[in-house]
């Protein structure tokens, strides 16, 4: 946090404010995953669930959503396209039948091997050093931190 405040006059141009620069570049990042899934038949909130399944098979729905910052509203329809299109499958908890727990299918998993090149082709398409890439993902973390403790707080 910062005691530096801009002035009250302050005026700025969009190509000038750092949300433009935010939601700019989501939108070129954007166009260079939906380039490189198009191949795999993926869209990019597709590709997150697989990432995330990925580094944990088996989480419950809610557990999806939580690291995934998604709402049950948003996941759901995920969820039912790629169960249809067999990458994952949906099933009740045993031990928690109120919880429905999502388990990767074996062409989910082979899907894995199949986007492998993705992270570094993203990486190459942001054009800076893997050092910096690091500490621009710190800054991007912390930025959503604050921002999200600055709605709790209204």
């Not at 091997?113 to 082709?121: N, Q």
């Amino acid at each position: 946090m910062t005691d530096e405040k801009l002035p009250e006059d302050y005026r700025p141009a969009p190509e000038t404010m750092l949300c433009f620069d935010l939601y700019a570049t989501h939108h070129a990042v954007g166009h260079v995953y939906q380039t490189l899934l198009a191949d795999l038949g993926l869209t990019y909130p597709q590709y997150l669930v697989l990432v995330t399944l990925w580094t944990g098979d088996g989480l419950t729905v809610g557990e999806l959503g939580h690291r995934l910052g998604l709402e049950s509203s948003t996941l759901t329809p995920l969820i039912k396209r790629l169960e249809n299109n067999g990458f994952l499958v949906r099933a009740r908890d045993k031990l928690d039948e109120r919880k429905v727990r999502i388990h990767l299918t074996e062409a989910g998993r082979q899907m894995e091997e199949s986007a492998r090149h993705v992270p570094g082709c993203i990486a190459e398409a942001f054009g800076l050093p893997l050092a910096e890439l690091h500490q621009l993902h710190e800054t991007l973390t912390r930025m959503r931190a604050s921002l999200k403790a600055s709605m709790e707080d209204k």
